[in-house]
């Protein structure tokens, strides 16, 4: 007898495991289940399992839009991690009272395991995009300049806040406060963490929750002259002093 305590489907997602457990539950004689599925050996199983971790949870982010007379809502899936996948391989079920999806069901294997983000309807950041490129200088010794940050937001205007961060503390004792706002009144989006002598973590404030963004660091040397092009834009700062 061989229980199998754990499944995946086409995409390499985990499925709900007691959900899954009675959905694919049946007997095969040996040519049919040497025919339907992989054997590992222990060390195999091991590596396997060790690399299906959050890279085989789906992640989604969603708005939720509110319209009518009568307070109707509606869930409105923005994107999906891994960012390889289809929604269109998916139903989603949304609870309208709690405002929070309850299921995420493949179309051909049921439902799976998956984590959620509702964020907020004025959230203009681009998921999938490439990582965020912030240039900086050493203005000071413990202190760095950003001189320039290129990153993919379809707002207006984008609010950032750079902080230093504090010996003793992590990445959580800077992201408690979801509604904070810049001088301007803006909800504070995207948050640059500094830790020794550079850019440590960026941050990104959905308004349900933070998300870390892949961001590069490319520093520039005292006295150097800097010219920073992208597509047909061409950014001249002249000497880092």
């Known amino acids: 007898m061989i229980l199998l305590t754990r499944f995946f489907d086409d995409s390499n997602i985990k499925l709900n495991g007691d959900k899954a457990f009675s959905t694919h539950n049946k007997c095969l004689d040996a040519t049919e289940f040497m025919m339907s599925y992989w054997m590992l050996t222990e060390n195999e199983q091991k590596q396997f399992l060790e690399n299906v971790n959050d890279l085989n949870i789906i992640e989604i982010f969603y708005k939720v839009e509110e319209f009518g007379d009568e307070d109707e ?26 405002k929070r999806i309850t299921n995420i069901i493949n179309r051909k294997y049921g439902a799976i395991i998956f984590k959620q983000t509702k964020i907020d309807s004025d959230v203009n950041f681009m998921f999938g995009s490439q990582q965020m490129t912030i240039y900086t200088s050493e203005h000071q010794q413990n202190i760095i300049n950003i001189v320039h940050i290129q990153l993919d937001d379809m707002g207006d205007t984008v609010s950032i806040k750079a902080e230093y961060m504090q010996e003793g503390t992590d990445v ?8 904070e706002k810049d001088a301007a009144g803006q909800i504070l989006r995207y948050l640059i963490l500094i830790k020794e002598d550079k850019i440590f973590k960026v941050m990104y404030n959905t ?35």
């Open 73 to 98: 809502v509606e869930c409105l899936p923005v994107a999906m991690k891994p960012e390889r996948l289809s929604m269109a391989h998916y139903d989603i079920k949304f609870d309208k009272t709690s």
């Open 172 to 179: 959580g004792d800077y992201t408690k406060d979801s509604k």
């Open 207 to 241: 308004g349900d929750a933070f998300m870390e963004v892949k961001f590069i660091e490319l520093r520039f040397k005292l006295d150097q002259y800097v010219t920073v092009s992208t597509g047909g834009n061409k950014f001249e700062y002249g000497k880092i002093t």
